[in-house]
Nanobody, 125 residues
Framework: VQLQASGGGLVQAGGSLRLSCAAS????????MGWFRQGPGPERRFVSA????????YYTDSVKGRFTISRDNAKNTLYLQMNNLKPEDTAVYYC???????????????????WGQGTQVTVSS
């Protein structure tokens, strides 16, 4: 599986963006998928994930109620709908694939085996 993220851009605070992550290959449905973001520092921080097992969804506290993760296995695509964006959401966003399914695993970047290239999200105040 190879991953290609898209949908980033420049938006004003309070606006919305929808990120997509297209997966090539036939095994998309057997991977849990996640979104991470990286600001000016080196660390990629967990944003959201969706389990392959039962489509359970997980979010970091700062995006709960504003972001929605979803997946379309028929289209091999992962989405992140981001509403009410804030300047602190500014980062490069990465999609990733993991063979695990629990929150404790999916919230850790070391549990992901495949990564897409990032897409820049910039939120102006």
């Amino acid at each position: 599986v190879q991953l290609q993220a898209s949908g980033g851009g420049l938006v004003q605070a309070g606006g919305s963006l929808r990120l997509s992550c297209a997966a090539s290959g036939r095994n998309f449905r057997i991977y849990s998928m996640g979104w991470f973001r990286q600001g000016p520092g080196p660390e990629r921080r967990f944003v959201s994930a969706i389990s392959y097992r039962d489509r359970s969804t997980y979010y970091t506290d700062s995006v709960k109620g504003r972001f929605t993760i979803s997946r379309d296995n028929a289209k091999n695509t992962l989405y992140l709908q981001m509403n009410n964006l804030k300047p602190e959401d500014t980062a490069v966003y990465y999609c990733a694939a993991s063979p695990y399914y629990s929150y404790s695993d999916l919230s850790s970047h070391i549990k992901y085996h495949l990564w897409g290239q990032g897409t820049q999200v910039t939120v102006s105040s």
